[in-house]
């Protein structure tokens, strides 16, 4: 056996993967002692092979990298070779051309979104690595969210220690003199033999400024504050040729989706998109096995998490929303030609806080066409008040509103008596407000909040939501409300773990514009009932009807 056919490493999928791992564990450690062994053509072989991996980032890689694979239940076994799927080729070869048109144009900013574990990070990193190993003077940075994601003592799922564990793992005509302490030091590495150097550090206002990189790599992008990351996107882009983002999914308020999808889209060959099909060892029942009833994922989060879909976000921002294109007062041009005064129908929600304090109402106009669109026109926000007080001022703005046809939706809790007085939603009615009695107590239930919250983030995107300008306090709870995410966490590494919304002065205008979604589609829905579109045999089990109310308030009915 010649080392040509030595070189050529066992595909992913040769005898399963045991057979794999052993067979490519042998063929690399019987290649390696070809390549070192005594005679007169042992450092000509050495300085081939080392031109060979000079020339050819996969041939280095498909022979002498190795990734760690913690939860392995073999310990033998947890040092795994790299050898490069299809689309992880395919990646390597694009973040080449973005380097090249980066270093041409004075700057190039790359993103990566990608599913969970499919070994993207360490693609990248082991790039990182044959750079500052076979170019001269190259510089790298990485970042992530925290200083121990980057380099930690004795953690070996940092960046640094993925690196590291690589370096010291190469044979000695490979590997530069490099010594603890002295070039390998904390977030520093230096080649004494070309000058190159990778640093690290964590995500700041001020990342990656001090002096130019040829690359800058964000590992897990998504997981950092939207607006460091949005100044980082801005900042970095004039001081290295690269700045590469890559992470999974996360809010539609972050500055990666506005990269991927948003106001700040990038170019098309600036992205480079990997969902789970990357791994070409799942086969279709992949997905079927990981949702529920048969996994422990629901649909959301397996999007979320393997499929490149935005917007469930357990790590903080509960909605996404594109001010420029919700927002509206008016003199907006379609708050004008839609008329929505002269022939849409007014409805409010309520949410009503513990005792007398914390009562919000949203005034909202739904727009009746084939497109239906909830324009929300007026909040109010009472602390410490009664319902003596709440219920003249909440009439006065319905009176601006009311056409004809007025409903205000409650806090199903509305309808419970508060200690020995009567309900909140009594007392309003008896102040002349149309209060709608039946609100389901489904709508205060862990299932039935999600549904709201993802109904409201559909409208969003579909642009059948609409917000007043003026409605400052919502417009804090679109952009700002969170998920109660307990300190010390990490949701992602807990994608099965349900976060509820975080609770506080967010939380009631957050309900109410629940609520009055929810009142929304069941106007719609009793709507198409009277003109006789829905059948009386029709399924009204609460899944589908939740199906049916959302895509009509995403304007999917048209």
């Not at 530069?176 to 070039?183: A, D, K, T």
């Not at 206002?205 to 504050?225: H, N, Y």
């Not at 099909?277 to 989060?301: H, M, Y």
């Not at 022939?343 to 409010?348: F, Q």
Request: glycine content about 8%.
């Amino acid at each position: 056996m010649d080392l040509e056919s030595l070189s050529v490493p066992y595909r992913w999928d040769y005898d399963g993967p045991e057979g794999w791992w052993r067979a490519e564990v042998q063929r690399r450690q019987r290649r390696l002692a070809w390549l070192y062994q005594d005679g007169p053509g042992k450092s000509r072989r050495l300085a081939l092979d080392r031109e060979r991996c000079r020339r050819d980032f996969w041939f280095w890689c498909d022979n002498y990298c190795w990734i760690m694979a913690p939860k392995e239940r073999n310990p033998t076994k947890r040092l795994i070779p790299l050898v490069g799927w299809p689309r992880q080729r395919e990646l390597v070869k694009w973040i080449e051309a973005r380097l090249d048109y980066g270093g041409q144009s004075g700057g190039e900013t790359g993103i990566v979104p990608k599913a969970r574990e499919l070994g993207v990070s360490y693609t990248v990193l082991m790039f990182v690595l044959w750079l500052w190993l076979f170019e001269d003077h190259f510089s790298a940075l990485l970042g992530s969210k925290k200083e121990e994601d980057v380099d930690q003592r004795g953690n070996p799922r940092t960046l640094f220690a993925k690196v590291r564990k690589a370096l010291y793992l190469l044979p000695p005509h490979l590997r530069p003199n490099v010594r603890r302490g002295r070039e390998d030091t904390h977030r520093s590495l230096i080649n004494p033999d070309n000058g190159s150097i990778i640093s690290g550090e964590a995500t700041n206002p001020a990342f990656g400024q001090s002096d130019r990189k040829r690359l800058i790599f964000v590992d897990e992008a998504a997981r950092i504050d939207a607006n460091i990351m949005a100044s980082i996107a801005v900042s970095t882009i004039s001081v290295a040729d690269l700045l590469l983002l890559v992470y999974n999914p996360g809010a539609k308020a972050h500055a990666t989706y506005q990269m991927h999808h948003g106001g700040d889209r990038l170019h098309e060959r600036c992205i480079f998109e990997m969902d789970w099909r990357a791994n070409p060892t799942r086969g279709e029942d992949f997905k079927r096995s990981r949702i529920r009833p048969i996994g422990n994922l629901t649909a959301e989060q397996f999007g979320s998490a393997y499929e490149i879909k935005y917007g469930y976000d357990l790590t903080g921002l509960i909605w996404g929303v594109d001010r420029l294109r919700t927002e509206f007062d008016e003199k907006h041009p379609d708050w004008i030609s839609r008329d929505v005064l002269g022939h849409g129908r007014a409805l409010a929600g309520w949410d009503f806080g513990s005792g007398p304090s914390s009562l919000v109402r949203l005034q909202g106009m739904l727009e009746m066409a084939a497109r239906p669109t909830l324009w929300i026109v007026e909040e109010q926000i009472w602390e410490q008040t009664s319902w003596r007080t709440a219920g003249p001022d909440a009439l006065s703005v319905l009176r601006r509103y009311d056409n004809g046809y007025s409903i205000d939706f409650p806090d199903p809790a509305g309808v419970q008596r508060e200690s020995d007085q009567m309900s909140w939603v009594a007392n309003l009615q008896s102040a002349g407000l149309p209060m709608w009695e039946d609100m389901s107590a489904e709508f205060n239930t862990r299932d039935g909040k999600e549904w709201m919250i993802r109904t409201v983030q559909t409208m969003l995107d579909e642009g059948t939501l609409r917000i007043h300008r003026r409605c400052r306090h919502l417009w804090d709870v679109v952009t700002e409300w969170r998920r109660n995410v307990p300190q010390g966490i990490d949701p992602r590494d807990h994608i099965a773990a349900y976060i509820p919304p975080e609770p506080g002065p967010l939380s009631h205008a957050g309900h109410a514009l629940m609520y009055l979604v929810a009142g929304a589609g069941m106007i719609l829905e009793a709507e198409l009932r009277a003109a006789g579109r829905t059948s009386d045999d029709q399924d009204y089990s609460k899944a589908a009807r939740r199906r049916r109310v959302r895509d009509l308030l995403g304007g999917l009915a048209a």
